[in-house]
């Protein structure tokens, strides 16, 4: 089956840039006689986004102007006002395309492909704080309008799929789980990893927070129980790393940076910005612990990697995490700055100095097949039921 993937810009959503390399990279490994991704994207794409899935394998890319990033919003206008984007569809039929993959976009309520939505989590729902009335209503929007088109409804965690049919009555019966799963290539894996560490001027033992500079993924909780640990006379360390702006607050990151100075957090609170994927692996491999203080995940890339790593961990306690790693992580409420301050201190005293960089785990490979097979089931789901519309 040649399935139609639209590519996820890095720079905007890393979180989802990884989870479509690794579902490509598992369905190369495992399912390739089932599955041909085909990737499609703008003639104003990132290279660099596109080198890394070339390089990973033999992928076909499909480069046009009508999925430039300016025309994204006509695109779905034009698909909500008559009912299919008949450019998206003309282009589809010329490459075969048997299941089209729908993310953060609509190609309309009759497009004849078979069609799966992926709904990545339902955050503007539990944080609407987060969300000015636009962003809101953009999100909302569109998740009512693959609902209600019939599309088959994928999900990345039982916790997402138990808010898609709590919030959208007409998706039950139309959802299906596949949880993400991820495999960290040879070309990752520095020979010296201690290496890397020097090279940030870290000390040997240090706490490493991986994730995006959005409001939600709240650093603030981090920062405010370094501040505690500092007053006790207590240094740890914490390398953060993503790239330091939030689009829906641009004032986010400028708060963070200004609490840091009032609490004197300079070289506790190491902002390293964004680096290299490898340089990444290395500072899971060598850190005492991850620490993803998230107020809400869909599924976690940034947890799944630790897991495979082995990393030992420090969680926000929300439902996805518990369901992601149930009993091996230690979990804290992520308003309590006092109680994260405590496991902070411990985990930073009883690690010791520049932990032996970890190898990942051969059973996580099982995983990934379970991933690329999961998927294979959505998509088979998909056909069947356009198949079953087109007789009724």
């Known amino acids: 089956m040649r399935v139609a993937f639209n590519l996820i810009d890095s720079a905007r959503w890393t979180g989802g840039y990884n989870y479509l390399f690794n579902l490509f990279r ?10 041909s991704p085909i990737l499609f994207c703008g003639e104003d794409a990132d290279d660099n986004d596109l080198h890394s899935f070339i390089k990973a394998g033999d992928i076909e890319v499909v480069r046009s102007s009508i999925f430039n990033a300016h025309k994204k919003s006509s695109n779905i206008l034009r698909a909500f006002l008559f009912g299919v984007d008949a450019n998206a569809l003309q282009l589809f039929r010329r490459h075969k ?22 709904l990545p989590d339902f955050q503007h729902r539990h944080l609407r704080n987060q969300f000015g009335f636009s962003a809101y209503w953009r999100r909302e929007l569109g998740f009512r309008l693959q ?15 138990k808010d898609c049919e709590h919030f959208y009555r007409k998706a039950m019966g139309n959802t299906a789980v596949v949880r993400f799963a991820t495999s960290i290539s040879a070309d990752l894996i520095e020979a010296f990893p201690e290496k890397v560490v020097r090279e940030y001027q870290l000390p040997p033992k240090f706490l490493y927070l991986p994730n995006q500079f959005w409001k939600h993924k709240n650093h603030m909780v981090v920062i405010e129980a370094l501040g505690l640990l500092k007053q ?27 609490r840091i100075e009032s609490l004197g957090l300079r070289d506790n609170y ?16 060598t850190c005492a612990a991850l620490i993803n203080p998230s107020f809400f995940e869909g599924w976690s890339s940034t947890v799944e990697e630790a897991r495979v790593l082995g ?23 992520a308003d309590d700055a006092e109680g994260l301050a405590a496991k902070l201190r411990e985990i930073a005293l009883a690690s010791p100095p520049f932990t032996l960089a970890r190898e990942p785990h051969a059973r996580n490979n099982e995983m990934v097949r379970r991933f690329a097979r999961d998927f294979v089931v959505v998509v088979d789901r998909a056909i069947a039921r356009s198949r079953l519309r087109d007789v009724a």
């Open 232 to 258: 006790q006379g207590f240094d740890a360390v914490v390398a953060v790393t993503g790239k330091s702006l939030d689009p829906r607050h641009p004032g986010y990151v400028g708060q963070l940076n200004a």
């Open 26 to 35: 598992a369905i190369q490994n495992y399912e390739a006689d089932h599955i």
């Open 270 to 285: 190491r902002n390293l910005g964004l680096v290299p994927r490898q340089h990444v692996i290395s500072l899971l491999r």
């Open 97 to 118: 395309i048997d299941v089209v993959f729908e993310n953060a976009t609509f190609y309309g309520r009759h497009f004849p492909i078979p069609t799966i939505a992926w």
């Open 311 to 333: 990393v030992p961990m420090l969680l926000s306690d929300i439902a996805v995490h518990r369901e992601q790693m149930e009993n091996a992580a230690t979990y804290f409420n």
């Open 147 to 161: 609902v209600a088109s019939g599309r088959m409804i994928m999900l990345s965690s039982q916790d997402a799929r």
